[in-house]
């Protein structure tokens, strides 16, 4: 049988590069594309001289060019994180929209299945709790926050129009809030920006009074949920994350205990339409895939805290690695 050939998108990325090296694994030969915007080529330099990895620099809003069939195509490229998508909102929305439109072109081309990386924003600031595939959402269109929410929803409408009208094979993973080696120290979520102010000797600042919650899913569960998705024959969204709720207030607690910082905590401004509640229901998944979570959050925390307790000085303290200006065309 001949190797299987798989396109990721946002290949430098957090994700992206732990699904490169599951794919790469699995026995696929891994085509990663990043225009680096919020992404880090360290995070794939050590498939630099795999075989069976390329490396393809290209920003997925323009037209896609690749060499030779695909079998399977997972679009993973957009800024992900609330302080990211703020500073560089046109092309979040355009990574979303015309970014999935070229892919869902490329797939149609190509013969491919194409996985889009979808998330619990959809879901905007839920009312219905935990959160179900059938619960519609709640997000304002036109709050900051919207141009994620609005390019993820519109995200997931085109691909089920080519899936529905072009018969293109499709799968639409959301999901909840991932952590763990690679994220980068200073995008501003809240896992790394607290273990960065650990690090660092300062406060850890709380958004809000903290009694907002999350649900935290460790990186390689995630990925194996959506490896799982890719290979089953499920067009519909399918929630991947781990259901064990926390406060923010007490997340920020529990981090203390585990770094053991003299820090304390200091409270900020909630920003605009931060979602207030969290959680993935996961009865679909674990029906259809026969996944769930196993990584508690103890031990995925003491692992991705040993990856920032390794990164040097200069990445310590660096503030912000790039300027996003030239990008907000
Ligand atoms: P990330 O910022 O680490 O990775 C995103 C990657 O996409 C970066 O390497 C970036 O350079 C690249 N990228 C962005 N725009 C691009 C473009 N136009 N062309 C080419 N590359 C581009 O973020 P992440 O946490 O790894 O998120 C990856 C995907 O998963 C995103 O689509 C995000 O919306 C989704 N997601 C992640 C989470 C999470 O908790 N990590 C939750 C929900 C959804
Ligand atoms: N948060 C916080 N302090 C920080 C960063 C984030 O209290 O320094 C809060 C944020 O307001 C949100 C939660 O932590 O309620 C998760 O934020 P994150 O940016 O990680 O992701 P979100 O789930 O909001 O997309």
Redesign the pocket.
């Known amino acids: 049988m001949s190797q299987k050939r798989v396109l990721i998108?946002?290949?430098?990325?957090?994700?992206?590069?732990h699904l490169c090296d599951r794919f790469i694994s699995e026995g696929y030969f891994v085509i990663g594309?990043?225009?680096?915007?919020?992404?880090?080529p360290k995070?794939i330099a050590h498939l630099s001289s795999n075989s069976n990895f390329l490396f393809i620099q290209?920003?997925?809003?323009n037209f896609i060019n690749i060499e030779g069939g695909l079998d399977y195509i997972l679009?993973?490229?957009?800024?992900?994180?609330p302080i990211?998508y703020l500073k560089i909102p046109i092309?979040?929305l355009?990574?979303?929209s015309l970014?999935t439109h070229n892919l869902l072109g490329l797939a149609k081309a190509k013969n491919a299945r194409l996985l889009?990386?979808?998330?619990?924003?959809v879901y905007g600031d839920p009312l219905v709790h935990p959160q179900t595939e059938d619960y519609y959402g709640n997000v304002n269109t036109i709050g900051p926050r919207g141009v994620?929410d609005e390019a993820?929803r519109f995200q997931e409408s085109i691909t089920m129009a080519y899936h529905r009208f072009h018969g293109l094979e499709t799968r639409i993973v959301?999901?909840?809030?991932?952590?763990g080696p690679?994220?980068?120290l200073n995008?501003g979520?809240v896992i790394p920006a607290f273990m960065g102010q650990a690090l660092r000797g300062e406060d850890l600042t709380v958004f809000g009074d903290g009694s907002q919650t999350r649900s935290f899913?460790y990186v390689t569960d995630?990925v194996d949920g959506i490896y799982r998705l890719l290979l089953s024959d499920y067009p519909n969204p399918v929630n991947i994350g781990n259901p064990h709720e926390i406060s923010i207030k007490d997340f920020a607690e529990e981090i203390i205990k585990l770094t053991g910082t003299t820090q304390k905590v200091i409270y900020k401004d909630l920003p605009v339409d931060d979602p207030m509640q969290r959680q993935p229901d996961i009865t679909l998944a674990k029906k259809l895939l026969q996944w769930e979570p196993k990584v508690g959050r103890e031990e995925g925390m003491r692992k991705t805290f040993d990856y920032f307790k390794n990164l040097t000085e200069e990445e310590l303290h660096k503030s912000e690695h790039k300027d996003f200006s030239s990008y907000n065309k």
Request: hydrophobic share 30%.
């Open positions: 998108t946002g290949a430098a990325g957090f994700l992206g590069s594309m990043d225009n680096f915007i919020t992404g880090d995070n290209h920003d997925v809003t679009h993973f490229a957009s800024p992900a994180s990211d092309q979040t355009k990574v979303g970014g889009i990386a979808s998330t619990s924003e994620y993820k959301r999901i909840f809030n991932t952590y690679r994220m980068r995008d979520r899913c995630q």
